[in-house]
């Protein structure tokens, strides 16, 4: 079993920059892909970013790409999310997820995940 437990999510203007924190517990997160997702206000559940095991290749989804990093520790059994220039539109409850599948694009084109965080709010004013 693994919990995940988020941080560093809040308020912030347009254009202005935050980082989450991911960290586990139970097992180590070196043996898991590692995501983010969110959910905003009305919309759908999508995928975010991922990190494959090793923390050597990273994939986005297409809204974020450029302006959000995505990172881990295994050391520290923690992952980040880094999100720079941030939008309206980015407002949204961002959740941490850990994955055995085997790649970050199988985490974003399957939205398989073995694992949730509770999630933590980013709000975004315009």
């Known amino acids: 079993q693994v919990q995940l437990v988020e941080s560093g999510g809040g308020l912030v203007q347009t254009g202005g920059s935050l980082r989450l924190s991911c960290t586990a517990s139970g097992r180590t997160l070196s043996n898991y892909v590692m995501g983010w997702f969110r959910k905003g206000p009305g919309k759908e559940r999508e995928f975010v970013a991922a990190?494959?095991?090793?923390?050597?290749?990273?994939y986005y989804a297409d809204s974020v790409k450029g302006r959000f990093t995505i990172s881990r520790d295994n050391a520290r059994n923690t992952v980040y999310l880094q999100m720079n220039s941030l939008k309206p539109e980015d407002t949204a409850v961002y959740y941490c997820?850990?994955?055995?599948?085997?790649?970050?694009?199988?985490?974003?084109?399957?939205?398989?995940?073995?694992?949730w965080g509770q999630g933590t709010q980013v709000t975004v004013s315009s």
């Open positions: 997820t850990a994955s055995s599948v085997g790649s970050p694009r199988a985490v974003a084109a399957t939205q398989r995940t073995d694992y």
């Open positions: 990190i494959s095991r090793s923390g050597t290749i990273t």
